[in-house]
């Protein structure tokens, strides 16, 4: 591998792990561009980095872009590997998740269960790839309501994790997306075991420090809101803040996630002055990080703005929509 393009993928991580997405996008199509040069545009090398191509792409709400490329790496590895091949599946999988991005629930669902069916035949019904696809096929169906079904998968998932090695964070993650199924259903009872685990398992795996423990203080959070217990609530989404800040900085995706998170809570107990400070706050990072196509930024727009109707500021309102209606 040439040098140029180690230096490309070092600045590619660095920018990426700080949440610096729209800036990594270019070096990423130069970092790709070089190795087609390199290993030639048929190649299976080539295809891996136009998977990472599409996730970036994905990331930063460009599914056009994101579906290209996903689309030219699963020719390519038809070619090279054939499309009984693992390597084939995941591209698939990956295809679908940006379907189940734009909302094309028939497409998406078509490659989930593409991809989990190569699994089934070339790595097996007990291996985390195919867990992997159908978490990723319960998330669809928790998209589109079908929670019993989704609830379903990601027990299979689970036992299929749970088999295999000892409950790290990849078991949480699996105990979360359950947990999030049975929350759409009104089953707080059962919600809250399976969350209290999750996070147990992070903070023995990763640390209390870790995005993935916040990730769990988040989903606890998100449980007590669904209940009205909107103090407890606070608390978890601002531990969860917190960590995000230290771990990524202010000017990460998750961080806006997080503050957006806590402007619902302030909004439902009516505290309206600091419910638009954590929106807007949002809404800046998201501006400035994922840019104005991205549908994070747009929802939070949307969110700003019913605040700001609710709330009488009508001048603040005509403001955002006009913004919006410049895009």
């Not at 930063?60 to 009984?84: C, M, V």
């Not at 989903?219 to 669904?226: F, G, H, K, P, Q």
């Not at 209940?227 to 917190?242: F, P, S, T």
């Not at 840019?291 to 700001?308: C, K, M, N, R």
Request: proline share 2%; aromatic share 10%.
């Amino acid at each position: 591998m040439s040098k140029e393009l180690d230096e490309l993928k070092a600045q590619i991580s660095e920018l990426s792990k700080h949440g610096r997405l729209k800036e990594a996008g270019p070096l990423l199509e130069q970092a790709a561009e070089l190795t087609r040069q390199e290993y030639g545009d048929e190649s299976a090398t080539y295809a891996a980095i136009l998977n990472e191509v599409g996730g970036l792409y994905r990331a930063t709400g460009e599914h056009t872009e994101s579906e290209q490329a996903f689309l030219k790496a699963k020719d390519i590895l038809a070619k090279t590997s054939g499309k009984e091949h693992p390597d084939y599946a995941t591209t698939v999988n990956n295809l679908a998740g940006t379907y189940r991005l734009i909302g094309d629930y028939s497409k998406a669902e078509f490659f989930f269960l593409d991809a989990i069916e190569i699994y089934a035949k070339t790595v097996g019904r007990e291996h985390f790839l195919y867990a992997s696809g159908l978490n990723n096929l319960g998330l669809l169906y928790q998209d589109m309501r079908r929670y019993e079904e989704a609830a379903q998968l990601h027990r299979e998932a689970l036992e299929i994790i749970r088999s295999q090695a000892e409950k790290g964070s990849s078991y949480a993650t699996s105990l979360n997306n359950l947990a999030s199924s049975l929350r759409a259903m009104g089953r707080y009872a059962d919600v809250e075991p399976l969350l209290e685990e999750a996070l147990e398992i992070y903070e023995s795996t990763v640390g209390k420090k870790h995005p993935l423990y916040a990730l769990g203080l988040n989903n606890l959070a998100s449980l007590d809101y669904s209940m009205g217990n909107y103090k407890n609530a606070e608390l978890l989404y601002l531990e969860a803040l917190d960590i995000i800040a230290e771990f990524f900085g202010e000017e990460h995706p998750d961080y806006a996630s997080a503050t957006a998170n806590l402007g619902l809570i302030y909004e439902r107990i009516a505290d309206y002055a600091r419910a638009e400070e954590y929106y807007s706050r949002a809404l800046e990072i998201r501006r400035r990080v994922l840019g104005e196509d991205h549908p994070a930024y747009i929802h939070s727009l949307s969110t700003l703005v019913q605040l700001y109707e609710r709330t009488g500021k009508f001048d603040k309102s005509e403001e955002l929509r006009a913004r919006s209606n410049r895009q």
